[in-house]
């Protein structure tokens, strides 16, 4: 085990909702019950994974390859934010090897990769660079200065927990393998075949919203330029190319964007892609945020029983504390008016954002 992979061992810590129990049992087996949540940024899979985790008991793993906030998901940055993997399937159906192929620096970054999803599926993940309450406020801050007053807090923050993990003599928390286990991500969407071929989750959950919802909320988040290089980075990359763009025949990315159609275009796609995967993988889960908020009480029971789950005293609590106005990463919104507010939001954007998001919809 090289240097680098012994630090992030030594640096990690559980992540779970604040009336949820942490474990004190080590588990080294896959037989616990283990809940993978994907879904674009903006989608609301943070809310409803936090519903989950409370109807199931579950431990909490939020974003593990968020490189925002994840040592181990920087390191591997030479896979892209929003790296794409699956493995090929040659003429007899097998899996094969990965799309990306490991030379020099994408092989030890892969290598990274696996290891930041092992580590999350044993309930483990490297340490938040910085708090909550932080990262919900720094979306106010000017995105130009943004990465360096991150930067700053994280290192300081860093460098606490090891001076904290050599006084406690690197005792880690462990896990109880009775205790069911839910690891959530916006990035690792367009590599959730991989993940799911090479960790084993017991079931995948893909949530779905309105992609002019999703468009609105990056918007409003203050999303710049970078958009647009993220959206043609994972649209034109060979694998998506030729899985389901050419399959779709979806129509190719304008060469120009603005950032409101960068913002459409990300939203529209990921919401194509996720329902795509759904019907490659029929035994994958789709919840649908817009439907979920406009009845609650029916939507999220119909993803319990899909799933197994009870709804519990938890689960009403956390519904009735989070049905108010949310703003940054809080997982609140007002249900009533959750599916429209999106409208409210584009304001002069509307009809840009809704012209590509129903056009590339279309094609699917």
């Known amino acids: 085990m090289n240097h680098n992979i012994r630090l992030q061992r030594q640096c990690m810590t559980d992540v779970v909702p604040d009336d949820l129990p942490t474990c004190a049992s ?43 906030f994840s040592p181990a998901a920087r390191d591997a940055q030479a896979l892209g934010i929003f790296p794409v993997l699956c493995d090929r399937v040659d003429g007899r159906g097998a899996l094969t090897a990965p799309s990306v192929e490991p030379t020099g620096d994408i092989s030890e970054s892969l290598q990274k990769y696996d290891d930041l999803w092992e580590l999350a599926f044993s309930g483990r993940r490297p340490i938040r660079q910085l708090p909550r309450w932080t990262e919900n406020t720094l979306h106010k801050v000017p995105k130009v200065i943004r990465p360096s007053v991150r ?47 090479h960790h084993q989750p017991s079931a995948v959950v893909l949530v779905c919203r309105n992609p002019a919802a999703i468009a609105s909320s990056l918007i409003e988040f203050g999303t710049g330029p970078s958009r647009i290089q993220q959206i043609r980075a994972v649209y034109e990359h060979p694998t998506i190319q030729e899985r389901f763009v050419s399959r779709l025949h979806l129509p190719p990315l304008p060469v120009r964007l603005s950032v409101p159609e960068a913002c459409a275009w990300w939203g529209a796609f990921c919401n194509v892609y996720l329902h795509e995967l759904r019907s490659t993988h029929p035994d994958w889960i789709l919840a649908d945020h817009d439907a979920i908020t406009a009845a609650p009480d029916s939507g999220f029971q119909k993803l319990f029983n899909d799933l197994g789950f009870s709804r519990t005293v938890a689960v009403d609590r956390f519904l ?12 609140q919104r007002l249900t009533a008016t959750a599916s429209d507010r999106w409208r409210h939001v584009l304001g002069n954007h509307e009809a840009e954002v809704l012209s590509v998001t129903r056009w590339l919809v279309s094609f699917s």
């Open 151 to 197: 930067r700053a807090g994280a290192l300081s923050l860093l460098a606490l927990r090891r001076v904290q993990l050599v006084a406690s003599n690197n005792r880690m928390p462990h896990t109880d393998a009775a205790t069911p286990l839910l690891v959530k991500s916006v990035h690792g969407n367009f590599a959730a075949e991989w993940i799911v071929r």
């Open 320 to 331: 009735s504390e989070s049905n108010r106005p949310g703003q940054g990463f809080t997982p």
């Open 26 to 68: 080590t588990v080294t087996s896959r037989s616990r019950h283990r809940l993978l949540v994907l879904g674009s940024e903006r989608s609301g899979s943070t809310w409803i994974a936090q519903v989950l985790c409370r109807a199931s008991n579950a431990q909490y793993v939020h974003e593990p390859d968020n490189p925002e």
